[in-house]
């Protein structure tokens, strides 16, 4: 379905069914809330308007520095001070907290398709440690942010491979050990905004989840290629 609305200005008035019922996981206060949907179903722009809604008790992170510009946030390793590859806790765990982690309540990630299963571990443990309770995340709420059809956690031949062989059965977030004790519960964006052709909308579908492939590039070339062209074999 295309929907009329315009996502861009969200309020009160105009929040879908999903977007109404993320309010109300994040108002209950569900440790870890995964927010999807495929691309233009507006998840940014909810992501906005919860953090604006939030603003005093909220940060913004994503895992890395071009995702969190987008968002106009901070990445994960910066804002816990992580180191930029694997590592043991106890390498970090003496550090001095971040000024705010104190008076934190959400916490929104971004492309959290990305987001390794033992840097959201790290996480769960750190803000546990800073905030002296052992409750999931340090009673600190997670939003997590993305589409799992979208860029996947990169993982370091070598070293890193071994020793995720032995603790995770996968890189991705879902498989972090803290959801042996944590509930993820999701929302799944459905309406799309960002473009009102159908035909497109169903052929960016089909595109995402690897269906009717050759159709779906019969179409694109027959609407991209207007002219035949030669490419230069060539560089000057």
């Not at 949907?37 to 994503?62: D, F, N, P, Q, W």
């Not at 905030?131 to 070598?158: H, N, W």
């Not at 929302?187 to 960002?194: A, D, F, I």
Request: aromatic letters at 10%.
């Amino acid at each position: 379905m295309v929907a009329d609305i315009n996502p861009y200005i969200l309020s009160e008035d105009n929040l879908t069914a999903e977007a109404k019922r993320l309010i109300a996981l994040i108002e209950t206060q569900s440790p870890f809330v995964f927010l999807t949907g495929k691309a233009g179903t507006g998840k940014t722009t909810l992501l906005r308007y919860v953090y604006k809604r939030y603003i005093e008790t909220s940060v913004k992170l994503a895992p890395t520095g071009i995702a969190a510009l987008n968002i106009e946030g901070q990445t994960i390793h910066k804002f816990f001070k992580f180191p930029p590859r694997m590592f043991d806790l106890g390498e970090i765990a003496a550090r001095k907290p971040n000024d705010v982690v104190g008076k934190l309540k959400l916490i929104i990630i971004d492309e959290i398709s990305m987001v390794r299963a033992d840097l959201l571990d790290n996480v769960d443990k750190i803000l546990k440690i800073w905030r002296k309770t052992e409750e999931p995340f340090g009673g600190v709420q997670i939003l997590a942010v993305g589409d799992l059809f979208q860029l996947p956690p990169v993982l370091r031949r070598g070293d890193e491979t071994d020793i995720y062989k032995r603790r995770y059965q996968s890189t991705w977030f879902f498989n972090a050990n803290i959801f042996k004790d944590v509930k993820i519960v999701g929302v799944n964006l459905k309406e799309t905004y960002r473009q009102k052709d159908e035909k497109f909308v169903g052929v960016l579908d089909n595109l995402r989840i690897g269906r009717e492939l050759e159709d779906v590039v019969d179409w694109l070339n027959g609407r991209c290629l207007k002219e035949a062209f030669e490419v230069s074999s060539s560089v000057t």
